[in-house]
């Protein structure tokens, strides 16, 4: 179990291609890693429920009832732990995690055809020359299966700042002249991106992601497209809300300096911002950081 506890947090690996990610724009390593913990927790899932199962059918007819209710809480606390982070990924991932899941159950289909060609050949149900002919195209076929598909993380300016309904209209030109002045973010679940009382030199675009927002009377949530920061730039006020992660979220950054840059070269874009920059200090919509 402590060897699952591991597995579910994040190694020095995974922050290192973290800090790759996000000083140098580099993402492969980072692509990698989480494709990596979609493999584990996939595995990890299908070992515990088999286990789960077999405590249930098993081992309280060897060792208990007392065992097994025991065995049962540990399982079923690995369990819904495994599961969870492996929904924030399917969150974020939802056509990657299709992928793996129908290669793992692919997997198992061809080891249970192995399994059971290797019993008709010792019934002698085929000869060796079938056998030898079918292990051939299982082989093909598991060879095609160990090459893991690549993980998109989508974390390409252009194509986040299109995405985002805020620059809705904006031509081809002036998106590629933001997203060069954008900062790619892949913010882990549970990460603060924002921390109340703290200086703002940013906004952020949400694409996509969701993020909670700890403002009163009561928290709010922004999912993609939304975007949060731009008020603490507009009047140099320290942030008013700690915003956090509420799973696998991408972010954008826009930072002070070019933030300005872009207002003062963008008259239409300048206009849109500061209209709900203005709304939102009026209380017309949810408190922003």
């Known amino acids: 179990m402590e060897a699952l506890d591991k597995q579910l947090g994040y190694t020095r690996s995974f922050h290192f291609s973290m800090t790759l990610q996000r000083k140098f724009s580099y993402a492969g390593m980072l692509a990698t890693q989480l494709s990596n913990r979609f493999v ?8 515990l429920r088999e286990l789960v199962e077999y405590n249930r059918e098993r081992i309280g007819q060897l060792l208990g009832k ?3 209710a ?15 982070q492996l929904d924030g990924l399917k ?15 692919e997997r198992t289909s061809l080891r249970l055809e192995d399994s ?13 020359d079938v056998f030898k002919a079918v292990q051939k195209g299982l082989h093909t076929r598991f060879s095609a299966l160990e090459v893991r598909p690549a993980l998109d993380l989508g974390l390409e300016p252009e194509k986040l700042v299109a995405k985002v309904p805020f620059f809705d209209g904006l031509g081809a030109e002036k998106i590629a002249a933001i997203a060069a002045l954008l900062k790619p973010f892949l913010e882990l679940p549970g990460e603060r991106i924002m921390v109340k009382g703290e200086a703002g030199d940013a906004m952020y675009f ?5 993020v909670i927002v700890d403002v009163q009377p009561e928290p709010v949530r922004l999912g993609s497209g939304d975007f949060f920061g731009e008020i603490a730039l507009l009047t140099d006020q320290l942030r008013n809300a700690t915003v956090t992660a509420l799973g696998y979220c991408q972010v954008l950054a826009l930072y002070t300096k070019d933030f300005r840059k872009l207002l003062n070269a963008n008259a239409d874009l300048r206009e849109r911002i500061t209209r709900v920059a203005q709304e939102r200090l009026g209380g017309d919509t949810p408190p922003s950081a």
């Open 116 to 128: 059971d060609h290797s019993s008709l050949l010792e019934q002698s149900i085929i000869n060796a």
């Open 91 to 105: 969150l974020q991932y939802p056509d990657y995690a299709d992928t793996l899941q129908r290669r793992l159950l």
């Open 40 to 47: 584990i927790f996939l595995i990890t899932q299908m070992v």
């Open 206 to 210: 949400i694409s996509p992601g969701a």
């Open 70 to 84: 025991r065995l049962a809480g540990m399982l079923e606390k690995r369990l819904a732990r495994t599961e969870d």
């Open 66 to 68: 007392d065992v097994e």
